[in-house]
């Protein structure tokens, strides 16, 4: 398995994708549907940053409309006119597969379209023997540490098989942000096994097994686990819960999209937290920013597809 430098912040997670663009062409970003005023101006912050150059797929003339209302400057960007929704997602797709754009960033299109023209069999992008899921990177609001959470976003209700997938596809992230032997804490509203009343208790002391088996890899799986005990130390010591895991998880595996997607608005909303967020699973990492996501959360995004683009061709 390659080794990479350790990514510890977002803002080192920038500072590593600007080593490898720093003197080269940079990555392209293929924005399906591009009129849409917060995709703009986070494609124009990642080109005039160094993370990556959009290539506009859409309506055109109502994306330069948009651009000039909100003083952001295009002009240097390739751009596709192909209004249709389908059209836009399909063309996306095939920069992709002609090797002309790395990665892939949803505009003004829906999740659904977009990821339906990823997973043409005969069109999209080739899956990477998985499936598609969510997961987002963001810095602990107890102690700064760069965290991922999945799956937010995509799949509603995973069932065991579903979710030894998504762990998977949240650990080859892991990996390639440079944490070595990840700590994965699988999600629930209690520590004990409580089936059938909780059935994902019963999923986390499964995928717990697994791990010992050594179905994940290098890689420190525990559930099921309350998200207190997953991410404070303190609560670990004042329950008397000792494991490597405990008050220092790496992923937190939620239960379903509704558990993740709570717990990743709860971050950003209560809290503040900066996300960057991707669809993984298949050859192109998808950019798929929620209208709720600030600014940085959409550069942030870009800035970890870029990563994961360049570390997935090394």
Avoid: W
């Avoid at 997961?135 to 030894?164: C, H, Y």
């Avoid at 002391?205 to 050594?214: E, H, N, P, V």
């Avoid at 900066?274 to 298949?282: D, K």
Wanted: aromatic letters at 4%.
């Amino acid at each position: 398995m390659i080794e990479y430098e350790a990514v510890t912040s977002l803002n080192g997670l920038v500072r590593n994708v600007l080593e490898h663009t720093r003197g080269g062409p940079l990555p392209r970003v293929a924005i399906a549907r591009s009129a849409e005023g917060h995709v703009l101006r986070a494609g124009v912050e990642a080109y005039e940053r160094g993370v990556a150059e959009p290539i506009l797929i859409g309506d055109m003339e109502e994306t330069r409309r948009i651009a000039d209302e909100r003083g952001l400057d295009i002009s240097q960007f390739a751009s596709i006119h192909m209004p249709d929704d389908a059209q836009a997602v399909h063309e996306a797709v095939q920069l992709f597969r002609r090797g002309e754009a790395h990665f892939i960033m949803k505009g003004l299109v829906s999740t659904a379209v977009l990821l339906k023209g990823v997973l043409n069999k005969e069109t999209g992008v080739p899956l990477e023997g998985r499936i598609l899921s969510h997961v987002a990177a963001f810095e602990s609001p107890i102690d700064g540490r760069l965290m991922l959470i999945t799956d937010p976003a995509v799949n509603i209700a995973p069932n065991l098989q579903r979710k030894v997938a998504i762990l998977k596809n949240a650990l080859d992230v892991a990996r390639k942000l440079g944490i070595p032997r990840p700590k994965v804490a699988v999600l629930a509203a209690t520590e004990k096994i409580n089936y059938p009343a909780m059935p994902a208790t019963l999923d986390g002391d499964i995928l717990t097994k697994m791990a010992r088996q050594g179905e994940f890899g290098d890689a420190e799986v525990l559930g099921p686990l309350s998200l207190d005990l997953a991410v404070s130390r303190q609560a670990a010591c004042s329950k008397h819960f000792e494991s490597p895991v405990a008050g220092c998880a790496d992923i937190l595996l939620a239960p379903n999209i509704e558990a993740g997607n709570i717990l990743y608005k709860g971050l950003t909303v209560l809290t503040g937290c900066t996300m960057a967020a991707v669809v993984v699973g298949s050859r192109a990492p998808v950019v798929v920013p929620s209208r709720g996501d600030s600014d940085e959360s959409k550069f942030h995004s870009l800035a970890l597809a870029s990563l994961l683009a360049h570390r997935s061709e090394v």
